[in-house]
């Protein structure tokens, strides 16, 4: 914990991959398969054919869960987690908020458990995924800010563009008072 009792909670735009943390986030698949966006630019960043064979020995994890590999080649984290948002479209809109809060809450319990004091996130499910973003911001950061100050692992949530920060932002702000 922080001396105030509450680990901290920020929001940054930049490359995940070049984020110092313990534990990195990767917004995964099911299949745990290499994929576009952000899923790609960590496997490419780790080292493609390392990260797919330990994801292969997992297998697959379900939706709003996590799982946990080496960063391998990514030299500013120790870990590299594995969340798995819904896919919005194939969810009612409360069971995707739950889905959504579990992929955070669980990623953030797997590095709790695996010693990290620091962890970083995109924002899950946004992209091809098809989250609404102000939706899937407020739901990050709350989650995140509880997950925060009941485990004392600072967050990080990492945005890929000025947009996103800004919604990001924007909800982080309530969560100081």
Not at 81 to 107: F, N, T
């Amino acid at each position: 914990m922080s001396e105030a009792g509450q680990a901290p909670l920020s929001v940054i735009v930049g490359d995940i991959t070049r984020t110092r943390a313990d534990a990195i986030v990767n917004a995964a698949n099911s299949a745990l398969a290499a994929g576009g966006g952000v899923c790609g630019a960590i496997f490419r960043a780790a080292g493609a054919d390392e990260l797919s064979a330990a994801c292969r020995a997992i297998g697959s994890c379900p939706t709003g869960s996590a799982v946990i590999t080496p960063a391998f080649a990514i030299t500013a984290a120790k870990h590299i987690i594995h969340a798995v948002g819904p896919i919005y479209a194939e969810h009612a809109p409360a069971e995707a908020r739950a889905l959504l809060r579990s992929a955070y809450a669980r990623a953030i319990g797997l590095a709790e458990r695996h010693g990290c004091r620091s962890i970083a996130f995109p924002a899950i499910s946004t992209g091809i995924y098809g989250y609404p973003l102000e939706e899937a911001c407020q739901e990050a950061v709350d989650v995140c800010a509880q997950e925060a100050r009941r485990s004392g692992v600072a967050v990080t949530l990492v945005a890929f563009d000025a947009d996103t920060a800004a919604m990001l932002r924007k909800f982080a702000r309530a969560h100081e008072h």
